[in-house]
């Protein structure tokens, strides 16, 4: 474990940030991973991890349900829109990391130290009503998992995901570089059990290929604007925005500009890849729901729950359903894992809240069971899939409040030093933020008309 002191003498950038001295994000592993000198690749290995850890959250229950939904509904189309959202997700993660590397701070500890009280405080609730949206998604979608592989009930399979805040205790107390290897197990999993599922549902490629082109009616067609949104929210997630410029600082980089020059690199060849093998996994959830069910004229296949149960019969073999649980409760112990830690960052990075890590870890964790538990007395099965999506849907619309902020602090010099984003990068990233800021209006506009129900 690293050795970090308390608290850290000021970081560089005259005039850009407040010049207080603050704790390390995640002091528990603030360079706790060693940079190996020598070849490429073994520079590159010392950073393989972070970026999994924000993949995670790329196939998450919550792209479940949307992609569940939206390949039953609409077919292949909306392959376009998990297409452009992790196209996204690339660009906005390597300013996050950018971020975490040339000014020391996460993202939270930059919108309080660059920022009014007030404003902090805003940007702060907002992230916790992000973390709670993503928790909720993930606390329920592995109760559904329990509940399919093993007759678990749903409001007991709820409470049993507290235990992972023990989980991530005893990995994190072994070295963070365990809690990346679980992450990463867990996610080959999910993507062997696709990988067989995808076997069988033996989907036709030119159809595939076509979903990737976007349509008109992403935008004209207000259910399939609600259904992209979600998907965006379930693919760009607020939380990993956090997640990504803290973890990055486990590794113990160099003070030389050379050495964070050579940090964001290899950190976005990590993030980059492991985005990549995220997409094949959320694109294999669509092209599944789309290939089973659509294709078979089961247009409304949106609960999880249905999904398993049709899946066997549907693709002609026993293992399927079995498969698809599995896969699902990986997902669901990945996704806490992460969302636990983002917890964490968000508390301690804008209110200093300084607990010791279980209460910390237990108080993240409640703030989404308590809802959760209520949803799954009152509504049991039945409501399910329109929670997860309208949980995706809110994380969409907080979206623009991690997005801007981020942006804005690496473009700025002042508080980059000489270690600011592209100006390319820059540009395309406001062209991003301006379009989900257009289309969470429209939104808007399409709720409070009534051309849309939630």
Known sequence: MSDAPKELAAFPGKGGWKQDRRSPSLPESYHSVAVRPGSFLRRFL????????????YMDPGNWATSLAGGSAFGYTLLSVILLSNFMAILLQ????????????????????????????????????????TDLAEVIGTAIALNLLFDIPLEIGVVLTALDVFLILWLQNKGFRYLEAVVIALTTVIAACFAVQMAYAD????????GFVPQVDLITSPVMLYLSLG????????????LHSSIIQTRDIGTTLKDKRQAIRLGTIDSTIALMFALFINASILILASAAFYTTGQF??????????????TLGTTIAGTLFGVALLASGLNSTVTATLSGQI???GFIRLRVSPVARRLITRGIAIIPAVFVTVFFGESGTAKLLIASQ?????????AIVPLIWFTSDREKMGSLPAPRWL????????????VLNLKLIFDVATGAVAL
């Open 46 to 57: 010392s950073f393989f991890g972070p970026g999994y850890l924000v993949a995670v959250g």
């Open 393 to 401: 849907v809110v994380l969409s619309l907080q979206l623009p409040f």
């Open 346 to 348: 968000v508390m301690e």
């Open 426 to 437: 820059t540009t395309v990233c406001w062209g991003i933020a301006l379009v989900l800021i």
């Open 300 to 313: 409304e296949v949106a609960e999880i729950q249905d999904a398993h149960r049709l899946l066997d019969p």
């Open 203 to 210: 989907p036709v490629i030119g159809d595939v290929l076509a």
């Open 94 to 133: 390597a300013l996050a990391l950018r971020l975490g590397i040339a000014s020391g701070r996460d993202l939270a500890q930059a919108c309080r130290d660059a920022f009014p009280g007030w404003t902090s405080n805003v940007l702060w609730v907002l992230a916790e009503a992000a973390i709670i949206a």
């Open 231 to 242: 998907i965006i929210g379930a693919t760009v997630m607020p939380h990993n925005l956090y």
